[in-house]
């Protein structure tokens, strides 16, 4: 760990054309004033809404967030992020809410993208653009739109990911933060396979509920959403944040759970919820017998001490599925901790 006094004296002496790895890692008292001297801004790449659909575990289907674009809104600009790209699954319907909200923190139209090989990030977007192409045809559609196209989570073990697919491809970055990957492994695994690629090195929240938005962030020169752009076509870019903390992965999840619980409720008792977001538009078209059996999955779920129990569980079995894939992917054990 760098000291901050030794970062802002450096920064007298050269200006930068580039973003020093000392910075990224200066944390503490002098940090924002690191970041002022070298004229760097925080964008969270990688956020969602409650236009992001569903999620699937076990046997039930939960929203896979139910965070309303205000609320993300407020948090980024209290968190002084200067841009928030919002990146639902398969749509720009949150990010379209959003930019209207929005006053201090510009709001790049994003999507994270399903495509044949892995997610993909497109960022500037104009419009929706639809899953289940390669990830050759989904690039090309992204900068048809003069969009960008970056890969989340690339070695993630748990999320669709483009894995080594990621050398071959005409993409402008690649996520080697995300803070929803508190193993580890994950993001040294990008950040191991990435080093010597020709792409924009980008954080992303990767955010499913307003606490998590900025948790990890892309660092950038200038201000603005354009200067982003710029930043990151220029290969300028680079990261910092800390891994989402467990608390408020569990925290996400009872809310997740307790709104599945809500619209079942309601459609139980016909008084069904039309909010437009796909869980309500699914459980409409449940039959009574599976919203009973969604209703008791769901109420056992909350019991306490469920939900820690399962938070607790499910970070053990992700720590350790990517941990062997980390040593799949890289041939090697951990360099650090
Ligand atoms: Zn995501």
């Keep these: 760990m760098v000291n901050c006094e030794y970062a802002v004296e450096e920064s007298r002496v050269a200006p930068v054309t580039y973003i020093p790895a000392h910075i990224v890692h200066c944390k503490g008292i002098g940090y924002p004033q690191v970041l ?46 200067a841009v928030l790209c919002i990146t639902d699954h398969n749509s720009i319907r949150g990010a379209v809410e959003a930019k209207k909200l929005a006053t201090s923190v510009e709001i790049v139209t994003g999507s994270e993208i399903l495509t044949l090989d892995g997610d993909l990030l497109g960022l500037f977007l104009t419009d929706d653009i639809p899953k289940g192409r390669t990830a050759e045809e989904t690039i090309d559609a992204i900068h048809a739109q003069g969009g960008l196209a970056i890969a989340p989570h ?6 669709d990911s483009l894995g080594l697919k990621i050398t071959e491809l005409k993409l402008d970055g690649v996520e080697l933060f995300n803070a929803a990957h508190r193993d580890g492994y ?28 900025g948790n990890a962030y892309t660092l950038f020169e200038g201000e603005s959403a354009e200067d982003l752009r710029r930043a990151i076509l220029a290969r300028k870019t680079s990261y910092a944040g800390e891994p989402t903390p467990l608390k408020d992965i569990v925290w996400m999840t009872v809310n997740v759970t307790a709104e599945l619980w809500r619209i079942l409720g309601l459609s139980l008792v016909r008084r069904p919820v ?12 449940m039959r009574t017998i599976s919203k009973v059996v969604a209703l008791m999955g769901a109420t056992a779920f909350l019991v306490p001490p469920a939900p820690a129990l399962v938070g607790v569980l499910g970070d053990h079995i992700h720590r350790s599925r990517s941990r062997t894939h980390f040593a799949k992917v890289t041939n090697g054990p951990r360099t650090t901790q």
């Design 36 to 81: 002022a001297d070298h004229m760097l801004r925080k964008a969270d790449l990688h956020v969602h809404t409650r236009y992001s659909g569903l999620t699937r575990v076990s046997f039930l289907t939960f929203p896979d967030s139910i965070s309303h674009p205000s609320d993300l809104v407020r948090t980024a600009e209290k968190k002084q992020l």
């Design 186 to 213: 994950t993001n040294e695994a990008a950040q191991k396979m990435s080093s010597n690629l020709d792409l924009a090195f980008v954080g992303g929240s990767d955010a499913h509920s307003p606490a998590m938005v």
């Design 274 to 285: 039309n909010d437009g977001t796909e869980c309500a538009l699914v459980v409409s078209r």
């Design 154 to 159: 690339p070695f993630s073990s748990h999320c």
